[in-house]
Structures are given as structure tokens and as C-alpha cells.
């Protein structure tokens, strides 16, 4: 089945992984050292969607896995490539365009590509990219 794209229509990367447990430790204490807020587990995404425009296969991946607490706290960001797990945390400030407009962009300052508000969903069956199992322990 052929989904209908618009001409010039641009789309976010859309990759998908999950987050592996230590990686899931690493985010809460690095959330956790010293702002003043407390994080539990319950505030870490288990799983990440690169959410930058779609790009080559040998740029990085980024997906938000924690979003800090307070006025300008900004946003923990796993990274990851193609075939491998994400074993990269790192806090970027949040990116400033569409904040007078109330419609603020979702990524990171600096981001490349497309604000988040220009960019659609890939136009993929869920089926055909599923998440990558993990063996059983």
C-alpha cells in the first residue's frame, strides 16, 4: 500500500530503539545530580524516537529520554547509530524558536534541519519497522 506524500513534504528520521538498562541508570543520575528535583524511573523514556529531520544513515541519532525540570533545564538526549544501542547521554538546552507564538519546537538548540513543527511522521506501516527484541535474560 502506497501512502500519499506531498511535494516538498519533509519528515522527522523517525528511527526507532530502546534504552538499554544502564544507559537508563546513567540518565537518572546524571537528572538527579544536584538541581534540585527529584527523578524516578517512571521519568525516562524506555523508548526513543529520533525525532531530528531525517538524515543520512552515518549522522547520529537523538532522542529526548528525559525532559528536566524547571524554567530553562533543557532536556537529557540519548544518542545512537544505526545498528547499535544508544551507550550516549547528553544535556542540551532546549531549542528557543516558536516560544513568543506559544508553538515551541521540541528539539534541542542547535539542532540541524526543521523545527519540529515542520516536520511530519515518516509515512511507514508500524509493522514493517518494529522495535529491535531484546534477548531474554
Known sequence: MDVPVKRAQRFICGRRTLVPAALGHTVLELANA??????????????????????????????AVLNLRGREA???????????????VVEKADCSA???????CSEFKGHPGGHSWE????????????LPRRPAP
Open 119 to 130: 516536520l511530519d511522521d515518516p509515512p511507514r506501516i508500524a509493522a514493517e519497522f518494529p
Open 34 to 63: 544536584g538541581n534540585g528535583y527529584v527523578y524516578t524511573r517512571d521519568d525516562v523514556s524506555i523508548s526513543l524516537v529520533c525525532t531530528i529531520e531525517a538524515h543520512p544513515a552515518s549522522r547520529i541519532h537523538h532522542g
Open 98 to 104: 516558536g516560544r513568543e507564538a506559544d508553538n515551541s
Open 74 to 88: 533543557g532536556t537529557l538526549w540519548a544518542q545512537w547509530r544505526d545498528r547499535s544501542d544508544p551507550t550516549t
